[in-house]
């Protein structure tokens, strides 16, 4: 159950891709909070972003946790419940929807929490693991801040 779990993040995130990137949402939404509403933040960076921080480390992920220690899973499931908060967040302070909200509220805290809770289980997993899995989930999301910020900046 613990490896499903750890599997189904990626297809999750996927559908949370969609509801964040159709009609170029995020795109808008990105630019509007980090560049004042200046197109500076186009498809590439959100496409690299997407690429390497989510399908990358989650594919890495996955392996870490099927190969090496299911432990490992506790990356990816941070790194989900980090986004949807993070997304839950910006509802909260804008007061209204940002892409992605949804799915963080109806997916994303679930999923995340129950993958956490049922890693939690495994004699394997020790709070080294939790460390480093809210610390990859931090780090991944402000190196994309800081990344996209950057972009927006120029």
Known sequence: MALLLVYLQLPIYMIH???????????????QLLAGGQPK????????????????????IMNLAGFLSIAFGLL??????VNGILHILI????????PGLLTSILLFLPLAGYAIYVISQSAETT???????????????????????RIARR
Not at 17 to 31: D, I, L
Not at 135 to 149: C, M
């Open 41 to 60: 933040i186009g498809d590439q960076p959100i496409f690299w972003v997407n690429i390497l921080g989510v399908w990358g480390l989650y594919l890495l």
């Open 91 to 98: 509802g909260l302070v804008k007061r209204g929807y940002n």
């Open 17 to 31: 891709q969609y509801e964040e990137h159709a009609q170029g949402k995020f795109k808008e939404v990105a630019n």
């Open 127 to 149: 709070a080294i693991y939790h460390l480093l899995g809210i610390g990859t989930a931090v780090l991944v999301h402000v190196v994309t801040f800081g990344y996209l910020g």
């Open 76 to 81: 990816s499931a941070y790194t989900t419940l």
